[in-house]
């Protein structure tokens, strides 16, 4: 996995690149990570020093293709085109610099995977995201969003075994005691994120013990990407700082609540002046979302099963969607139904419209997940899709007659299933392309191999390690 110099050629700097030196010279930065996500959701990548960044920032840093192959348990698949031969360079996104609150003397950049010609990779997730919101682009629409996530705050203590998470609190949901037992950690999250530039919302102690929920405010697709994957190094580092550990695994004790980290979206014009989802004023009927968002809905719920298989990515993922925990279990749709996969919130303003998509969490890898939404969104718009009647009921207290005659079926209740109803859709297949799509498959059917085998422990504890 040695470097080695590229032969493309070494472009002049540009303004923000050389701005970029002079804070690293001024803040005492020696080292910067070049931050990429994997099919198996990891965050990775590798840091070059100060001394090296100019040219760095040019050229990256020389990568083996077979990281793209590889699990969360840091097992390599055969994947054809991503074995010991070959390299790619991770080159950072100058628009994304930040220096690590919690990390002294490092800072980061998001990065894309590219060939040694400087071309996107056929594998790397941020380029399929970035083509996603270019195809929407071309129809005339740009895509706000924000990732919502949830993560559980405790301490890795051993036992007979392997080690289990234990919660800092035993608290009730919103309780005041949760904030107080918290509070010193939360402060420090606060100020770190605002800091690296994420607008920090809104921040409570959620249902499950040690439990925390602090959303940031949405952006545009890419830079909402972005936000998931500084959100998560961040939660995780100013814990490690404090001598604890944060996990957003989707499920990291089994008997408490799970870690969603449900995506907000809105669909703007061209210019990003008008929200198309919102409904007209006084509109027929008080609908609660336009004609146009309603296609938009109808084509997450015809691609759900197979979408869920990058949104929630993980055998994890698979504890928390379940009926009645509000992580959404059937696939529907509904003014402000929190057991509906795809939730119309009320509007907090005239014309703030936004969808709620539920069946995600941090354990998917941010680029893919959310490039794979817009583009079941956008088929939804291209062939007028009909979402059929929202629910306003939990779908679970339905009979199985009503669920099926009002189209309501259940997402998929493992990993596998998901991963065939993914191979299945040929929109999503088409999208990911021959390589990405081959590799993101075989990571995540090894996986379900390798906790198959395993017991219930095995896979908590991976899960809330790596996530």
């Given at each position: 996995?040695r470097?080695?110099?590229?032969?493309r050629?070494i472009q002049p700097?540009?303004p923000?690149?050389?701005r970029?030196l002079e804070?690293?010279?001024?803040e005492?930065?020696e080292?910067i990570?070049?931050?990429?996500?994997?099919?198996?959701?990891v965050i990775?990548?590798?840091a070059?020093?100060?001394a090296?960044?100019?040219?760095?920032l040019g050229?990256g840093?020389g990568?083996?293709?077979a990281?793209?192959a590889?699990?969360m348990?840091?097992?390599?698949q055969?994947?054809e085109?991503m074995?010991p031969?070959?390299?790619?360079?991770?080159?950072?996104?100058?628009?994304?610099?930040v220096?690590?609150?919690y990390?002294p003397g490092?800072?980061a950049?998001?990065?894309?995977l590219?060939?040694q010609?400087?071309?996107?990779?056929?594998?790397?997730?941020r380029?399929f995201?970035?083509?996603?919101?270019?195809e929407?682009?071309?129809e005339?629409?740009?895509?706000?969003?924000?990732f919502?996530?949830e993560?559980?705050?405790?301490?890795?203590?051993?036992t007979?075994?392997l080690?289990?998470?234990a919660?800092i609190d035993d608290?009730?949901?919103?309780a005041?005691?949760?904030?107080?037992?918290?509070?010193?950690?939360?402060m420090?999250l606060?100020?770190?994120?605002?800091?690296q530039g994420?607008?920090v919302?809104h921040?409570?102690p959620?249902?499950?013990?040690?439990q925390q929920?602090?959303?940031?405010?949405?952006?545009?697709?890419?830079?909402?990407?972005?936000?998931q994957v500084?959100y998560?190094?961040?939660?995780r580092?100013?814990?490690?700082?404090?001598?604890m550990?944060a996990s957003?695994?989707?499920?990291?004790?089994a008997?408490?609540?799970g870690?969603?980290a449900?995506?907000h979206l809105?669909?703007?014009d061209?210019e990003?002046?008008?929200?198309?989802?919102?409904?007209a004023?006084g509109?027929?009927?008080g609908a609660?979302?336009?004609d146009?968002?309603?296609h938009f809905v109808?084509?997450?719920?015809?691609?759900l099963?197979a979408l869920?298989?990058l949104?929630?990515?993980t055998?994890?993922?698979y504890?928390?969607?379940s009926p009645?925990?509000?992580?959404s279990?059937?696939a529907?749709y509904?003014?402000d139904n929190r057991?509906?996969?795809v939730r119309?919130c009320s509007?907090?303003?005239?014309?703030?419209?936004?969808?709620e998509?539920?069946p995600?969490?941090s354990?998917a890898?941010?680029?893919?997940?959310?490039?794979?939404?817009?583009?079941?969104?956008?088929?939804g718009?291209?062939r007028r899709l009909?979402?059929g009647?929202?629910?306003?009921v939990d779908?679970?207290t339905?009979?199985?007659?009503d669920?099926s005659?009002?189209?309501?079926?259940r997402?998929?209740?493992?990993?596998?299933?998901?991963?065939?109803?993914?191979?299945?859709?040929?929109?999503?297949?088409e999208?990911?392309?021959?390589l990405?799509?081959t590799?993101?498959l075989?990571?995540?059917?090894s996986?379900?191999?390798a906790f198959?085998?395993?017991?219930?422990?095995?896979?908590?504890?991976?899960?809330?390690?790596?996530?």
């Open positions: 996995m470097d080695r110099p590229t032969a050629e700097l540009d923000a690149a050389r970029i804070r690293t010279e001024i005492g930065i080292l990570r070049f931050l990429y996500a994997d099919h198996g959701g990775r990548g590798k070059t020093s100060r090296r960044l100019s040219e760095r050229t840093i990568h083996t293709v990281m793209m590889m699990n348990l840091d097992q390599l055969p994947v085109g074995g031969v070959g390299e790619v360079r991770i080159v950072p996104d100058v628009a994304t610099f220096p690590l609150p990390a490092a800072a950049m998001l990065s894309d590219r060939t010609d400087g071309r996107p990779w056929a594998a790397c997730p380029s995201l970035r083509d996603a919101v270019a929407l682009a071309g005339g629409y740009t895509l706000m969003a924000a919502e996530p993560f559980t705050l405790g301490r890795r203590l051993p007979e075994g080690e289990r998470l919660p608290s009730l949901c919103y005041t005691t949760g904030f107080d037992i918290a509070h010193d950690y939360a420090r606060v100020r770190a994120l605002e800091t994420l607008r919302e921040y409570h959620e249902l499950g013990h040690g929920e602090l959303s940031i405010r949405h952006a545009p697709a890419l830079r909402a990407a972005d936000n500084i998560r190094e961040t939660v580092g100013i814990a490690l700082r404090m001598s550990w957003l695994a989707p499920k990291p004790i008997d408490q609540a870690n969603g449900h995506i809105s669909l703007w061209s990003g002046k008008t929200n198309l989802f919102a409904p004023p509109g027929e009927g609660a979302l336009s146009l968002g309603g109808a084509g997450l719920l015809a691609h099963p869920v298989a949104t929630a990515g055998v994890n993922s504890r928390r969607l009645r925990m509000w992580s279990a059937y529907c509904g003014p057991e509906a996969a119309v509007p907090l303003t005239e014309g703030a419209t936004n969808l998509f539920k995600a969490d354990s890898n941010p680029y893919l997940a959310l490039g794979a939404v817009i583009h079941a969104g956008l088929d718009i291209r009909d979402p009647d929202p629910v306003t779908p679970d339905l009979s199985d007659a669920r005659r009002a189209g309501i079926h997402l998929p209740a493992t990993l596998p299933e998901a991963l065939d109803a993914l191979e299945s859709d040929e929109l999503l297949m999208a990911l392309g021959p990405r799509r590799a993101y075989a990571v995540k059917r996986e379900a191999a198959a085998a395993h017991d219930a422990s095995y896979e908590l504890f991976h899960h809330f390690r790596v996530f």
